[in-house]
T-cell receptor, first 115, second 115 residues
Framework: EAQVTQNPRYLITVTGKKLTVTCSQNMNHEYMSWYRQDPGLGLRQIYY???????DKGDVPEGYKVSRKEKRNFPLILESPSPNQTSLYFCASSLLMRDPGNEQFFGPGTRLTVL | AQKVTQAQTEISVVEKEDVTLDCVYETRDTTYYLFWYKQPPSGELVFLIR??????QNEISGRYSWNFQKSTSSFNFTITASQVVDSAVYFC????????????FGSGTRLLVRP
């Protein structure tokens, strides 16, 4: 089944404790992206990647890192999480090179709480 | 810059009523794409439709229909004979036509269908 998976789905952590949210897709998509969703603010892009070893900042990259060592994986790293990073996070992927308007497939979301 | 306005924050209808969700977008691109996504209470993002700016034909998929009016920059979504399972937040999202290829999400419209 074609899908984007994220782990963990739920995480409660404390300020300053490094964490990684994994994202993996099995559709051979070259484009992957991370968003965060906050009440009243909609979804905002954190980072995106056009292909392996190619990543770039989105609208709200502060406090986050990403890597794209393999085409299928695009982990989101919070080196020192803070309470303002409490949010719902979504990973997305798409086959943009063929058609920029191709559907962006979203993962199920990761609800992160930083105490 | 691209922008989307979903003026209806919340809509409440009784089951079997028809309901239209409005979407007005702004873009300076001559070629662009528009998407609708659904976010049910479980939290995942479900792709509904995409439209490119070349194609002004209206689309129908079962109880769902979309009316794209380029002249008024609107891309409205109608649910016919609404059902309780249609209760969700609906997002209209233009695609940013630069290297980020990010979806521009607004705050969405929360639809509540009462039995």
């Amino acid at each position: 089944e074609a899908q984007v998976t994220q782990n963990p789905r739920y995480l409660i952590t404390v300020t300053g404790k490094k964490l990684t949210v994994t994202c993996s897709q099995n559709m051979n998509h070259e484009y992957m992206s991370w968003y965060r969703q906050d009440p009243g603010l909609g979804l905002r892009q954190i980072y995106y990647s056009m292909n392996v070893e190619v990543t770039d900042k989105g609208d709200v990259p502060e406090g986050y890192k990403v890597s794209r060592k393999e085409k299928r994986n695009f982990p989101l790293i919070l080196e020192s999480p803070s309470p303002n990073q409490t949010s719902l996070y979504f990973c997305a992927s798409s086959l943009l090179m063929r058609d920029p308007g191709n559907e962006q497939f979203f993962g199920p979301g990761t609800r992160l709480t930083v105490l | 810059a691209q922008k989307v306005t979903q003026a209806q924050t919340e809509i409440s209808v009784v089951e079997k009523e028809d309901v239209t969700l409005d979407c007005v977008y702004e873009t300076r691109d001559t070629t662009y794409y528009l998407f609708w996504y659904k976010q049910p209470p479980s939290g995942e993002l479900v792709f509904l439709i995409r439209r490119n700016s070349f194609d002004e034909q209206n689309e129908i998929s079962g109880r769902y229909s979309w009316n794209f009016q380029k002249s008024t920059s609107s891309f409205n979504f109608t649910i016919t004979a609404s059902q309780v399972v249609d209760s969700a937040v609906y997002f209209c999202a233009p695609l940013r036509m630069d290297s980020s290829y990010k979806l521009i999400f607004g705050s969405g419209t929360r639809l509540l269908v009462r039995p």
